[in-house]
């Protein structure tokens, strides 16, 4: 079977930090992505990690560790316009993407 | 650039009813799929496609049926509509071949159903 598992919420303050995190366990491994999603709009994409360590884009990093089924997201300096539910997503040994439940992000004034 | 495109954004259908949920892509991408978006549970795959006459089942097939007969399209068809599909449809293509091995999804804007 396949699932990935990650926080239902997380708050924290403009200007802040904060980590997403996501574990899986998928039956074959090709990367593991990361997809923003703002209320009523459709999941876009943010970053790959094909293998282990840090890739950053901007404001916005993420990090893999294949030995153990682990990454995170890593948004810097949040804005208000963070504020989106952000899904980590698998791709398996096919062309097709497993997607976590997903952790809505609110970040307050 | 269109990108992906959905039609009907909103749908209300009565349980027994049928309908087709339309996607078209301008990328020339051979992967096509279709998710489910339910609270709580992610995007779920339904079918998906990695080319024209070829279609395979994802994870939530029942009640659904696809055909890809162009590159641009994959229509969604819902038989006999039930309350358990009410949901947020989203369409979604993705680039295959030597050097898109980490290519992402690119997803519509979605088709927000609900059987009555």
């Keep these: ?109 | 650039n269109a990108g992906v495109t959905q039609t009907p954004k909103f749908q209300v259908l009565k349980t027994g009813q049928s309908m087709t949920l339309q996607c078209a892509q301008d990328m020339n991408h051979e992967y096509m799929s279709w998710y489910r978006q339910d609270p709580g549970m992610g995007l779920r795959l339904i079918h998906y496609s990695v080319g024209a006459g070829i279609t395979d089942q994802g994870e939530v097939p029942n009640g659904y049926n696809v055909s890809r007969s162009t590159t641009e399209d994959f229509p969604l068809r819902l038989l006999s509509a039930a309350p358990s599909q009410t949901s947020v449809y989203f369409c979604a293509s993705r680039q295959l071949g030597t050097g898109a091995f980490n290519s992402p999804l690119h997803f519509g804007n979605g088709t927000r159903l609900t059987v009555t």
């Design chain 1, 1 to 109: 079977g396949q699932s990935l598992e990650q926080p239902s919420e997380v708050t924290a303050v403009e200007g802040a930090i904060v980590q997403i995190n996501c574990t899986y366990q998928t039956s074959g491994f090709y990367g593991l992505s990361w997809y923003q999603q703002h209320d009523g709009g459709a999941p876009t994409f943010l970053s790959y990690n094909g293998l282990d360590g840090l890739e950053e884009t901007g404001r916005f990093s993420s990090f893999l560790s294949r030995s153990d089924s682990y990454g995170y997201l890593l948004l810097q300096e949040l804005q208000m316009k963070d504020s989106a539910s952000y899904f980590c997503a698998v791709r398996n040994y096919g062309q097709n993407f497993v997607f976590g439940p997903g952790t809505r992000l609110s970040v307050l004034p």
